[in-house]
Nanobody
Framework: VQLQASGGGSVQAGGSLRLSCVASGFNFEQYIIGWFRQAPGKEREGVSC????????VYADSVKGRFIISRDNAKNTVYLRMDNLKPEDTAVYYC????????????WGQGTLVTVSS
């Protein structure tokens, strides 16, 4: 089982990035894929997630209207398009796959660093 996140980088405020999370080793469509982030000195927080079956999405209030999550089940990939980035978006971003049925299972990917300068 592997989740490979990529796409981080350094941008100026107002810029954009697209993160990718490629999954392998499990039935991707059965899982909710989420993006989380952890800023220096802060706890990890949820950013957005998307259900594999019905495509329902959830966003943190802090990113609504700026970030868009999408997935391509054929490619086992989830994307996070981030526009109008702010310095407070600076963090290590992680993807996570979660399944509740038939049994609970979740997997974390390694992080990708996003740095937004003012």
């Amino acid at each position: 089982v592997q989740l490979q996140a990529s796409g981080g980088g350094s941008v100026q405020a107002g810029g954009s990035l697209r993160l990718s999370c490629v999954a392998s080793g499990f039935n991707f469509e059965q899982y909710i894929i989420g993006w989380f982030r952890q800023a220096p000195g802060k706890e990890r927080e949820g950013v957005s997630c998307m259900d594999g079956y019905d495509g329902r999405t959830v966003y943190a209030d802090s990113v609504k209207g700026r970030f868009i999550i999408s997935r391509d089940n054929a490619k086992n990939t989830v994307y996070l398009r981030m526009d109008n980035l702010k310095p407070e978006d600076t963090a290590v971003y992680y993807c996570k796959a979660t399944r509740f049925a038939p049994s609970l299972a979740d997997y974390w990917g390694q992080g990708t660093l996003v740095t937004v300068s003012s």
